[in-house]
């Protein structure tokens, strides 16, 4: 035999077959998988809350790149005594009604999930030491508006300053708000987070730890101080946690997410024309705008413009919304 290959040897020639175990569509049941909540998040570890207990988790291998944040919904199975040492599994994450993101910057194409399935967005801001920033607001209410969560404005150290030179601003825009000084009630606040899964931000330094302690007497959060050459506050949190509020008078307490100390607040995945839809009155007065318009004030065929003329739209709630749609683009300070 010469050991030459032939023009017909090739054309019969099959090549040998794996023995492989043939791939299956079918996924684990996790019919024994109790249903959980997750309260923090640190270095790959979750801590749940299951059936009132609290559980430490990691994530199952066939979640794979999906994030789990706190306030998901999850499905863990393995040890859930929550017992020392211990360690589970989250092998479900449900679907969320909410999702509260942000970029690193107005660049940066990566979102990054703060807090899921949140419905409302509380900004605390400062009204003096430190002053306010309107910049990192007006990003935390588009946020909020993209999301499709409630904002609230909550203005702390009143007895510093008076709030009216601020509340000006947002009127228009219908923001509800409240205001609180260093050490008063904190009853209107209290009401405010009834019921709900509200998420609490703000910049370093606007009291946002001393309001979390006021309303949760063991968070323990760790209180900053304003420095008093640059007008800062030093990141007292690390980390987003969530915490119960206490039941009063048989009524649901909510729940608070607390979160580190921001210093942006990157928008680079918020649309102009998701934006508009929070606001229904204004929205429906751009139903024939030209393709692309962005609603901003430089468009010269705008429908807001047109409803300004004729009076159809408040021309102090067109130019909020306006700033709000600036605020995408411009630095936080």
């Not at 859930?80 to 679907?95: H, I, P, Y």
């Not at 980390?239 to 580190?260: E, K, N, Q, Y």
């Amino acid at each position: 035999m010469s050991g030459r290959y032939t023009d017909q040897d090739v054309e019969h020639y099959e090549r040998p077959r794996r023995h492989t175990r043939p791939r299956t569509k079918e996924r684990p049941s996790y019919d024994d998988a109790l249903d959980g909540m997750v309260v923090t998040v640190d270095r790959g570890r979750y801590t749940l809350l299951v059936e009132g207990r609290t559980v430490t988790a990691m994530k199952a291998r066939p979640l794979g790149r999906k994030g789990v944040v706190v306030g998901d919904r999850v499905r863990v199975v393995g040890d859930t005594s929550g017992a020392e040492g211990t360690l589970a599994r989250v092998v479900e994450v449900a679907d969320r009604t909410t999702v509260l993101r942000r970029t690193a910057d107005d660049d940066d194409p990566v979102e990054r999930v703060i807090v899921a399935n949140a419905d409302q967005l509380v900004v605390v801001t400062a009204l003096a030491d430190p002053e306010p920033r309107p910049r990192l607001i007006d990003r935390a209410l588009v946020a909020a508006y993209d999301a499709r969560m409630q904002p609230l404005l909550c203005l702390t150290k009143a007895d510093l300053a008076d709030p009216e030179s601020l509340l000006v601003t947002y009127r228009s825009l219908g923001v509800p708000w409240l205001v609180t000084q260093r050490g008063g009630d904190l009853s209107e606040l209290r009401e405010r987070l009834r019921g709900r899964i509200s998420v609490l931000i703000g910049h370093s330094g606007v009291g946002k730890s001393t309001l979390v302690n006021a309303l949760v007497p063991d968070a323990d959060r760790q209180v900053g101080h304003v420095n008093a050459v640059t007008g800062r506050g030093r990141h007292t949190s690390t980390s987003a946690i969530m915490l119960p509020l206490p039941a009063t008078d048989g009524r649901d307490g909510g729940w608070i997410v607390d979160t580190p100390g921001i210093r942006s607040f990157g928008l680079a995945h918020v649309e102009p024309e998701r934006l508009i839809e929070a606001f229904p009155d204004l929205d429906e007065m751009t139903e024939d705008c030209p393709r692309g318009c962005t609603h901003g004030a430089d468009e010269p065929e705008c429908g807001l413009d047109e409803a300004v003329r004729t009076g159809d739209a408040d021309p102090e709630r067109v130019e909020s919304f306006r700033r709000l749609l600036v605020a995408r683009s411009e630095p936080p300070y």
